[in-house]
């Protein structure tokens, strides 16, 4: 019955022509949307649609939900799922959007903690993502992201590769895949280059992948992902193995999407 009723509410979206203020928000704010060819551009509108009708937006310290808002924050998401089935977000409720940096309230020392002087150090961030949601956000790292793909930092594909991540129950840097043999090399390759980027962080070397990817196999995924739509190219250049495998599971060519941008730009 609920799933019927998904369907209903996703048909009534669809139904709807796709807003030409979207259209322009899309064209204005979202980098990516440029490198699309028309079918896909069709598809992602047709998904930012349903996310838009599905998901439930809130601002917080003050920050009013708008449709710029709603658009580049769906368009982002579902970008990573052009190619996976929609229902991969099933799980997410809402989305709480804040207008700048965060930070983590410190735990409480435990019982067996009785100094003064213990104080856990709050932590900043641009982006936490839950198994069964919510997803928060902030909206200036959003915007930053969406519109400079080129420094390779992207919190919506960070946090929604998260939410990938963790459709098997865990957070291990493996969303469930499409068959044993891409689980095999899957595990060989985010192994050898988990260790690499971990191994030349230790020793201060410069990365491709943000060092922070070298925290564990969960944020290897997550940062992995952004660069493997944010910077495709290079990544098929220096990483090849890691980028094919990356390929196979979102479905999607990005470097050949970026050379088809690069090549419209240069006419």
């Known amino acids: 019955m609920f799933r019927w009723l998904d369907d209903v509410r996703r048909r009534e979206a669809l139904n709807k022509p796709f807003p030409a203020e979207w259209r322009g928000i899309l064209r204005r704010m979202v980098t990516h949307y440029a490198w699309l060819d028309t079918g896909e551009a069709a598809r992602l509108e047709q998904l930012v649609q349903v996310f838009v009708a599905e998901k439930k937006f809130e601002g917080c310290n003050g920050l009013e939900i708008t449709d710029e808002i709603r658009v580049v924050v769906a368009a982002e998401a579902c970008l990573l799922i052009m190619g996976l089935p929609h229902d991969l977000y099933r799980r997410l409720a809402t989305i709480l959007v804040y207008p700048s940096t965060v930070f983590t309230p410190p735990e409480r020392p435990g019982v067996f903690i009785r100094s003064p002087l213990f104080e856990q150090e709050q932590i900043a961030i641009s982006g936490q993502a839950f198994a069964r949601g919510p997803v928060i956000l902030v909206w200036d790292a959003v915007k930053r992201g969406a519109r400079h793909p080129e420094t390779g930092h992207n919190v919506v594909y960070h ?101 088809r941008s690069l090549e419209t730009l240069e006419q």
């Open 159 to 259: 946090e929604f590769a998260h939410l990938l991540d963790m459709l098997d129950g865990v957070a291990d840097g493996a969303p469930p895949l499409h068959s044993r043999s891409q689980y095999r090399t899957w595990a060989a390759v985010f192994s050898e280059e988990f260790q690499r980027l971990r191994n030349d962080s230790e020793q201060g070397k410069k990365t491709f992948l943000d060092p922070y990817g070298a925290t564990n196999e969960a944020e290897f995924f997550a940062v992995a992902t952004e660069f493997f739509f944010d910077k495709p190219i290079e990544m098929q250049k220096d990483h090849r193995a890691l980028y094919d495998v990356l390929a196979g599971y979102y479905m999607q060519d990005t470097a050949e999407r970026e050379r």
